[in-house]
């Protein structure tokens, strides 16, 4: 689907045939020919009668902002006419969705087959792929950390993330969100519990974020580099579990922002993903939500044009005592692409709702909203 102009066919007040009856010969024919330019200068139409190519509505495209997890390892009817409605652009996978590989290609195609059969945008399908204890697939590569990973030469990394994205296409997850491209500072939770980053010095986690996003886009999965502007620093809790604040100056940070520069420079494509930890150098407000972190500093310094992600919204609101929604209006309107709701289905129901709100009372910008759903039905180009 591609956003065009108003339907502007022409719409003759008149019979051409009968009126053509009631002239001359010589009238008859340049009535004719008129008729002719007329057929050949109206737009194609569908079967149904309608525009091959209308204009995205705001719901459409506040739609395919919005990943969403489920429960289960089926899809249910309310998830699929979630779907079809066009209220869903892509949805997370967790353990808990997932068996075995015969289960997980019968889900993930039946999830497709719903967005395909309601003429909707393929699905983005994603899971969290990283390595050694943050692993979807258990028999899906890499079975090493990244840590571990990152003692390897890069080639060997790059083979490793190859094999990794064959075995998750294979399966029909088409977004991983992989790799983690933190730079630790000790003590870190990176390097203490969940040994999540490739290495210490930023010049080695460049290399290996680059290799294993080489790899994964070699098997025809997305990468998605995390934790944007950097998590190295957040000590020994996460995110996920408490209000993390990045008490570093900018120069510090921009010391830790060369993975993604490296990426970039390299012409690879991921997905960037903005963490929900606050960086008080910048902003009062988390990254995830922050103008001068989404935009500011990701897009006009380092010149990123591709698609941005939240972190789990849901996780966020636990630990502020606040909403998914009210997460996802303010990541919306500072352009984040992405809003990962990671909660119930009716938790991310009403995300969508709050967001599409927004939209049409002008809070989230039509430029933006447009903006943003090219950006996605790009990226959506490339699965």
Known sequence: MRTCG??????????????????????????????????????VTSASGSDAAAPPTRAQMVGQRMIVAFSGTTAKPALLARIRAGQIGGVILFSQNIRSALQLRRLTARLQRAARAAGQPRLLIAADQEGGLVRRLPWAPPKASAEELGTTPKTHVEAVA??????????????????????????????????????????????????????????????????FPGLGRAGAV?????????????????????????????????????????????????AAWSRAIARTLLRHDLGFRGV?????????????????????????????????????????????????????SGAVPLADLKASYARILKLKSRI
């Open 308 to 360: 941005t992600i939240t972190d789990s919204l849901t996780s966020a609101a636990a630990v502020r005592r606040t909403s998914p929604s009210v997460l996802a209006v303010r990541s919306a309107r500072v352009g984040v692409d992405l809003l990962l709701v990671t909660g119930s289905a009716a938790t991310s129901n009403v995300a969508y709702e709050a967001v599409l709100h927004a939209a049409r």
């Open 238 to 286: 996460s995110t996920d579990d408490g209000l993390v604040r990045i008490r570093a100056g900018r120069k510090q940070i921009s010391h830790a922002l060369l993975p993604y520069d490296v990426a970039f420079r390299k012409s690879l494509h991921p997905v960037v993903m903005l963490s929900t930890a606050v960086y008080p150098a910048y902003s009062p407000r988390a």
């Open 162 to 227: 190859r094999r990794a994205g064959i075995a998750l296409r294979q399966a029909g997850v088409n977004l991983d969100l992989a790799p983690v491209a933190d730079v630790p500072r000790s003590p870190s939770n990176f390097i203490e519990a969940a040994h999540r980053a490739f290495a210490t010095d930023r010049y080695a986690v460049a290399t290996d974020a680059a290799a294993f996003s080489r790899g994964l886009e070699a098997g025809r999965v997305l990468p998605t580099l995390k934790h």
């Open 6 to 43: 108003p339907d502007r066919r022409l719409r003759p007040p008149y019979d051409l045939t009968a009126l053509s009856e009631q002239l001359s010969p010589r009238a008859s024919i340049g009535f004719a020919l008129i008729g002719l330019i007329v057929l050949t200068a109206s737009p």
